[in-house]
C-alpha cells in the first residue's frame, strides 16, 4: 500500500512522531493507522517529540572523571519529581560517562553518536526515555576537561569540574567545594577582561553616594571599590570557605596550581514551570 502525506500527517498528530519514524511505521504496518501507532509505541517513539514543546528547566548536573579526562553535563526535564527518579539519575551517569568515552564536539554530536555500552544511538536512547518516564528530556550543556580534572556535585543542583596541574584528592576537593559554595568567576584577576573592569567602574563612578565628592577623592574610593569587587570574584583571592583567614591561594601554596574551572548551576537563564508539588504529582499520574 502507498504511503500518502496525509497519512504520515495524521499518525504524527496523533502520536507527536518525527516524519521519518511515522512514514516507516505506516509501511512497516502496510498502512494501517492503529498498527502504525502499536509500532511507535513499542519503539518508544510515539510521544516524544509531542513533549519537546515543553518547559523543561529541572533535571539534574552530573560529572565523570576517568583517567585525564572529566566531563560535566547538564540534562533537563519538566519536573523536580522525574529528577529525582533512579532511572532519570542512571541516564545522566551515563551521558557523562559517553561524553569521556568519545569526546563530542557539541551535544548534537553527542545525541548523533552511538552508545559504547548497549549500541544504541544516544538520541534514540533519550527518546525511549522520553516515552517510559513521560517528560521533556534535553541535554542542554557538557563541557570536557582534559589534564588532572576533579569533580563534586551538590545535590544535582550545582556541579563543578576543576583541573590543575598535580594531583592531591583531600585539596581538590576542598576547592571544587569553594567554587560551588563561593561562585567565583574567574581563577585569577589575569583573566578579568579590561571590558568588564571598565564596565564596573563606570557604573561606581555615577552612584549617587560619590555625586558631591571632589574629582580625585571619587577616584579612589571607586579604585578601591573595583579592587575588592575583582577580588571577590576571583577563586584565589576569596577567602577559603572552610577558612575565612586565607586565601585560596594561600591554600594552594605549594601543593598544586588550578588551571580552570567550570561551575554549573542547574537551569540558570531557563525559564521554569510555575506548577505547585499537588498539580505535579496529578501531571505524574494522569501520564501528561
Known sequence: MTVTAAMVKELREKT???ILDAKKALTESDGDM???MEYLRQKGIAS???KMGRIAAEGLIGSYVEGNTGAIIEVNCETDFVAKNDEFKELVSNLAKQIV???PASVEE???STCTVCGKKIEDIIKEKIATIGEKITVRRFEIVEGNPATYIHNGKIGVLLNTDKADEVLEKDICLHIASNAPEFVSREEIPQSVIDEETRIEMGKEDLAKKPENIRAKIVEGRINKLMASK???EQPFVKN???TVAQLCEGKLTVKSFIRYVLGEGLEKRQDNFAEEV?????GN
Do not use: I, R
Open 16 to 18: 507527536g512522531a518525527g
Open 101 to 103: 568515552a568519545t569526546k
Open 110 to 112: 553527542l545525541l548523533a
Open 34 to 36: 492503529e498498527k502504525a
Open 282 to 286: 496529578a501531571s505524574q499520574m494522569a
Open 234 to 236: 576571583c577563586l584565589l
Open 48 to 50: 516524544a517529540e509531542k
Open 244 to 246: 575565612p583567614d586565607q
